[in-house]
């Protein structure tokens, strides 16, 4: 009965004994008896600073010019029709002259008025041994003459020209001035063409 007793008791101690000793020797191969979970804080990912918005940038600004558009130098022959002739003039001129053609006219009561846009207008035609004086008048100014006669003949050439004017509308009258220098052998005159800085109006 005893013995019985002894072995009941001695069992239970196994029992008891065998989870502690499971215990010890988990802990001595590296176990910790019971698990812990170690958290590693991972930073928070910036969405924004990782992927930033793109950054406006403004373009230069492009301050539209107020420039007006430079005027282009044009030749207007005697033909154009914005030109206004009065009085007798006689078509004539050839391969010398700018467009194969110009007018030629003695008579007072003959002129030819340019109304034009721009800033600067010459007047074309022929020097030599036997023309005469041209009166010009510009806008609203005084007339003057200008005299074509050389000794030495030329087409096309620059009789007179305005030099720069104020942009706007201009107007230049030339009428045959019935006089010439005393060397000349007459008093008529040639208008070819005209050189516009600008439009004809």
């Not at 600067?120 to 041209?134: F, M, N, Q, R």
């Not at 009166?135 to 020209?161: E, P």
Request: hydrophobic fraction near 35%; aromatic fraction near 6%; charge should be negative.
């Amino acid at each position: 009965m005893k013995r019985s007793a002894s072995l009941l008791l001695l069992s239970t101690a196994v029992v008891l004994l065998i989870p502690a000793l499971v215990l010890v020797g988990c802990t001595d191969l590296g176990g910790t008896g019971a698990t812990t979970a170690t958290v590693t804080s991972v930073p928070a990912v910036d969405t924004v600073a990782s992927n930033p918005a793109p950054t406006a940038t403004n373009a230069p600004s492009q301050t539209p010019s107020t420039d007006a558009p430079a005027l282009k130098l044009t030749r207007f022959e005697e033909n154009d029709p914005h030109l206004m002739w009065e009085g007798p003039w006689t078509f004539t001129g050839g391969a010398d002259d700018s467009g194969g053609s110009c007018r030629y006219t003695e008579d007072t009561a003959s002129s030819v008025t340019v109304n034009f846009s721009g800033t600067a207008i010459s007047l074309i035609g022929a020097k030599g041994l036997a023309v005469g004086e041209i009166r010009l008048t510009l806008d609203s100014g005084s007339s003057f003459t200008v005299d074509t006669y050389s000794a030495t003949v030329g087409y096309q050439a620059t009789v007179w020209s305005s030099g720069p004017l104020s942009p706007g509308t201009h107007y230049l009258n030339v009428q045959c001035a019935g006089t010439c220098n005393p060397a000349s052998g007459g008093v008529g005159i040639y208008v070819d063409a005209f050189d516009v800085t600008g439009t004809l109006q």
